[in-house]
């Protein structure tokens, strides 16, 4: 059984900063993509970043050159760096990770909380 367990959530102030970390653990042979999405109230759920076990990296053009997602394969864990933060970004972020395991499947996060405020 393989679980995911986001943190880094929280409440920020307009032009601040906060890292979101989503770790996997279980039996686990490798992770393909991992990613992050969000869902803002009344909204549809919208594609944030992505990164390849390569480490290539892709970014929605809402958060281009203010986010940046990592990723520490040794940890199976993908990271979101998360700067200049606009009260347009409040939303519940959720990681998703392509997980090679027992069986093969995408594992979402329970999601975690970004709020900021203006």
């Known amino acids: 059984q393989v679980q995911l367990v986001e943190s880094g959530g929280g409440l920020v102030q307009a032009g601040g900063s906060l890292r979101l970390s989503c770790a996997a653990s279980?039996?686990?042979?490798?992770?393909?993509?991992m990613g992050w999405y969000r869902q803002a109230p009344g909204k549809q759920r919208e594609w944030v970043a992505g990164i390849t076990r390569g480490g290539s990296t892709n970014y929605a053009d809402s958060v281009k050159g203010r986010f940046v997602i990592s990723r520490d394969n040794a940890k199976n864990t993908v990271y979101l760096q998360m700067n200049s933060l606009k009260p347009e970004d409040t939303a519940v972020y959720f990681c998703?990770?392509?997980?090679?395991?027992?069986?093969?499947?995408?594992?979402w996060g329970q999601g975690t909380q970004v709020t900021v405020s203006s």
């Open positions: 279980g039996t686990i042979f490798s992770i393909n993509d």
């Open positions: 998703v990770l392509q997980v090679v395991a027992v069986t093969h499947r995408d594992y």
